[in-house]
């Protein structure tokens, strides 16, 4: 395929709306609202509209400076502006420095921050192929060698409301952050091409940080009649609009805290008291001092999902918390109007700090389980229960990350296991009860059921993630004792290790035979002992020489045989409960599952907010780890008998099911694609029926 070229300019052209430059300091009212501003004072805008013009300096690196022009061919070849994918996030690369980053331990693929600056992103998405452009300041659409058809398109909304509604389908059945809606939403989205700039100025754009932030999530979504959204085009427009409203979002957050004499007169901005929300609110159940609370949770979410940026996840929700606690959120006694949206402002602020911890695998950085959180559990209309559940879980799997941390630390420094032996029998005793009931659980609705004032379908969905953090917890517990942390894949996923961390320990390893025994010695790495025990070879446990007056080391309170029994259920269960999980309803009908963007579309709703997608590569772990023992023990001809295939069969089903979660969940977002593709390495080889089954 042939690249497209823009064709010379002459200089008599007349120039378009973004031909000219942007100005170096724009009034606050323009930049409120994301319109262009000519720099006049008063500005031909605020003019216009009768409205004070009030300018202050830029925060975001002073005035921009005039380049030469540069040529289409230097162009061509800088891979922040092509079309193409750079190398490192085509393939996986060396983990970026972690002073910026941290390396992604949930599997993600990482995407590179290339530009910070929202007007330069913008500039970049929307003034390309602009006819009669002659400024040099902009990139050409030869520039980006984009094809000139099909032309990548984004998804956009045309007021607030509109914002309001696609939340409502889209983000509240899997992240309810806002009161329950008044009634049932329909999407009104609006196709966003990349060469429609004209008339862009006078459209209608988000401007406060809470309708940025859900548009960030939101145009991640493919327009529901886009044939080619999975193009490399179409996912990078995509992806850039996206990262240019989470900008704009973090860039609003800074403007709406700005007091403007502490650039003019730092010493008077002391003593001035900070002015309130003048602007209207986005939802008329949630206080606009509210509102950039909740867009630091959704974009704590968005790092993780889409960018795959577990630093800035942490900071966004650390954010969010510092923000909730200086209102007195986790205290909130209240029982107002506004009660129903603080509660559920401030748990899930509180889940969203909790899930920071869980995909890094690192302790909390607050005290995740004081008594002085005394706001209560929101409250679902049709059940509820379900919030407490929730939280509850939540819970669960964030003590479970704890304990593998500590785990790991002991076995690694060699230290006393008995500790680790008994937290390991109070963390099944607590989890075993919370996961029977789980599994009793009638779920509301279906799959398909929109969302309206009952939510029910909240209901159902905080049950299945419930579910799954239960069972995940579960298998986080058991997972050394049952499968000693053997890896399967190829890049580290949480806290589960990677081939390479192996590959680097020269201390050979073997699969452990299965023990009868109920107790069983701790291995590392693994051979079966002559008593039906497990030790290493050739060497002391690592807690022997703890042992007080050389008395028999402690053991591990489970055999590796009912430790991965155990994991063996949860993984079935969380594999059922991703099923379970409702799709969004984009046209408010009933219909069979899964729900299609649109009555003509092709495109199946991806689900959103996945940031418990990690709770999938525990469960594929497990299932793959069984399915790799049962191979082990039995020959090729045993393999064909009706018992060991119905495990085979139900593994299968199990992995194929993950498999297609995470699929549903990269159509929008993009770092999940590397769980996605790792599993497909994985299961592949294990699939020896049909995979349709």
């Known amino acids: 395929m042939t690249e497209a ?46 409205r004070e013009c009030v300018y202050k300096p830029s925060r975001r690196g002073g005035a921009r400076v005039r380049r030469k022009p540069r040529p289409i061919e230097e162009l061509q070849h800088n891979p922040a502006f092509s079309g193409e994918l750079p190398p490192d996030e085509a393939t996986p690369q060396d983990p970026i420095s972690v002073q910026n980053y941290i390396d992604p331990g949930a599997g993600l693929k990482q995407l590179q921050d290339f530009f910070q600056d929202s007007d330069f992103i913008f500039d970049t998405l929307f003034m390309t192929g602009v006819p009669g452009s002659t400024s040099g300041e902009s990139a050409s659409e030869a520039s980006f060698n984009f094809p000139a058809q099909p032309i990548p398109v984004a998804r956009t909304y045309k007021s607030d409301q509109a914002i309001l509604d696609a939340y409502y389908i889209f983000i509240h059945p899997f992240f309810p952050i806002l009161p329950p809606p008044s009634g049932m939403s329909l999407d009104q989205a609006v196709p966003h091409f990349q060469n429609d700039t004209d008339g862009f100025q006078d459209e209608y754009q988000p401007s406060t940080p809470i309708s940025l932030a859900i548009s960030a999530v939101l145009a991640l979504v493919p327009c529901a009649n886009d044939t080619n959204h999975l193009n490399k085009e179409s996912v990078v427009f995509r992806r850039r609009y996206a990262q240019y409203l989470a900008q704009c979002a973090v860039e609003s957050i800074e403007i709406e805290s700005e007091i403007p004499d502490s650039s003019t007169e730092p010493p008077k901005a002391l003593n001035e008291t900070p002015d309130g929300f003048s602007r209207p609110q986005f939802h008329p159940g949630v206080p606009v001092e509210l509102e950039s609370i909740i867009a630091l949770d959704i974009l704590s979410v968005y790092e993780y999902a889409q960018r795959g940026n577990l630093k800035k996840m942490q900071a966004r929700a650390g954010q969010a918390l510092v923000s909730a606690m200086s209102l007195s959120l986790h205290t909130c006694a209240d029982d107002d109007a506004f009660a129903e949206a603080k509660r559920r402002i401030w748990w899930m602020t509180y889940i969203c700090v909790c899930q920071g911890s869980i995909v890094s695998n690192t302790e909390p950085t607050f005290s995740v389980f004081t008594p002085s959180y005394t706001t209560k559990y929101p409250v679902i209309q049709s059940d509820s229960e379900a919030f407490a559940v929730y939280i509850q879980a939540q819970q669960a799997i964030l003590s479970a990350t704890q304990f593998v941390i500590e785990l790991n630390k002991t076995v690694k420094s060699g230290g006393d296991m008995t500790r680790i032996y008994e937290r390991m029998k109070e963390m099944e005793t607590s989890l075993e009860p919370l996961t029977t009931l789980a599994d009793a659980w009638v779920l509301q609705s279906t799959t398909t059921t929109p969302v309206d004032p009952t939510e029910e379908v909240l209901s159902r969905s905080l049950r299945c993630m419930a579910r799954i953090k239960l069972n995940s917890a579960r298998i ?56 039906g025990t497990i030790s290493p070879p050739g060497k002391k446990s690592p807690h022997s020489e703890h042992s007080p007056n050389g008395s028999l080391p402690s053991t591990f309170p489970f055999s590796s045989h009912q430790s991965a029994k155990i994991c063996l259920k949860a993984a079935i269960n969380i594999a059922q409960s991703f099923d379970d999980l409702p799709y ?55 393999l064909t008998t009706p018992m060991v295939e119905s495990l085979l069969l139900r593994l299968q089903a ?35 029926f049909d995979p349709t089954v």
């Not at 170096?24 to 930049?31: E, F, H, N, T, V």
């Not at 092709?602 to 399915?627: D, E, H, K, W």
């Open 5 to 50: 070229v823009a064709p010379p300019v002459s200089a008599s052209a007349a120039k378009k709306k973004f031909a000219t430059p942007p100005v170096k300091i724009a009034c606050l009212s323009c930049r409120a609202s994301r319109t262009r501003c000519d720099g006049a004072n008063p500005c031909a805008s605020c003019k216009s509209r009768g």
């Open 476 to 531: 986080k517990v058991h997972r050394y004792c049952a499968f000693y942390d053997m890896p399967v894949f190829s890049g580290k996923h949480c806290d589960l290790k990677s081939k390479s961390e192996i590959d680097n320990d020269p201390e050979p390893r073997t699969w452990p035979a299965c023990s009868c025994s109920s107790m069983v010695a701790l291995p590392s790495p693994p051979m079966a002992g002559p008593n």
């Open 584 to 638: 969004p309803n984009p046209f408010g009908q009933l219909c069979p599952a899964p729900c299609y963007l649109s009555p003509t579309s092709t495109i199946v709703c991806p689900r959103t907010m996945p940031s418990f997608a990690g709770c999938a590569m525990q469960c594929a772990y497990a299932l793959l780890m069984v399915n790799h023992k049962t191979r082990a023990m039995y020959t090729e001809n045993a």
């Open 654 to 688: 199990g992995l194929a099911s993950i498999s297609a979660t995470l699929e549903n969940y990269a159509t929008a977002f993009e770092a999940l694609g590397g769980m996605r593709d790792q599993i497909r390495s994985v299961i592949e080889p294990t699939m020896m």
